[in-house]
């Protein structure tokens, strides 16, 4: 079955960096684009970034562009998230999702999610 | 595109229909508008795609529905286990994606 589960997070000081990454197992990797949502204590879901399935394409959220680098290993079936530069409002639970479709030409809806890994950054 | 989802909260008793609203800025391309359903301390798990389709393995009393700007999910008989925060998302061409700020479907 498909499997998707997160690790990395934890507590970091506001400006520091963190890198998250997220184990697939259960289906085909690189036949799908892979996505990280986030959500905030007591908030909704916010969409932070994507990246087909080759890596060819990556998308940002406005609130992450610059800071954030989303990538693939496909010979690991590993996600990541590269995350610099992170502000207090970066706490989160941060899920990632795979894309129902490999992403090249649009974002699909996202069938599978993990179960998140929870970001805090305060000093 | 922004999605409006309402009501915020809606209390209703096991065995009540369940009419949630997500209304769009723009009209959502090709109809390409999710649903999600979140219960507490669990990942979000999809309900609908495609404003109509139901997953698989989602039972029938959930439904999408909609076109254009706005889309309704219908729980027709609400179980114990459908109380829980909905979130609608909208997908497509554009390399952006956004969600919905949730509606909390809650026990009366």
């Known amino acids: 079955q498909v499997q998707l589960v997160e690790s990395g997070g934890g507590v970091v000081q506001p400006g520091k960096s963190l890198r998250l990454s997220c184990a697939a197992s259960?289906?085909?990797?690189?036949?799908?684009?892979m996505h990280w949502v986030r959500q905030a204590p007591g908030k909704g879901l916010e969409w932070v970034a994507s990246?087909?399935?080759?890596?060819?394409?990556?998308y940002y959220a406005d609130s992450v562009k610059g800071r954030f680098i989303v990538s693939r290993d496909n010979s690991k079936n590993t996600l990541h998230l590269q995350m610099d530069s992170l502000r207090p409002d970066d706490t989160a639970v941060y899920y990632c999702a795979r894309d129902r479709y490999n992403l090249l030409i649009l974002i699909s809806w996202f069938d599978f999610w993990g179960q998140g890994t929870l970001v805090t950054v305060s000093s | 595109i922004v999605l409006t989802q309402s009501p915020g909260t809606l209390s209703l008793s096991p065995g009540e229909r369940a009419t949630l609203s997500c209304r769009a800025s723009?009209?959502?391309?090709?109809?390409?508008l999710a649903w999600y359903q979140q219960k507490r301390g669990q990942a979000p798990r999809l309900l609908i795609y495609g404003a109509s389709n139901r997953a698989t393995g989602i039972p029938d009393r959930f439904s999408g529905s909609g076109s254009g700007t706005d889309f309704t999910l219908t729980i027709s008989r609400l179980e114990p286990e459908d109380f829980a925060v909905y979130y609608c998302?909208?997908?497509?061409?554009?390399?952006?994606?956004?969600f919905g700020g949730g509606t909390k479907v809650e026990i009366k």
């Open positions: 259960g289906f085909t990797f690189t036949s799908h684009g």
């Open positions: 998302q909208q997908y497509g061409r554009s390399p952006v994606t956004t």
């Open positions: 723009q009209s959502v391309t090709d109809n390409y």
């Open positions: 990246v087909s399935y080759d890596e060819r394409n990556k």
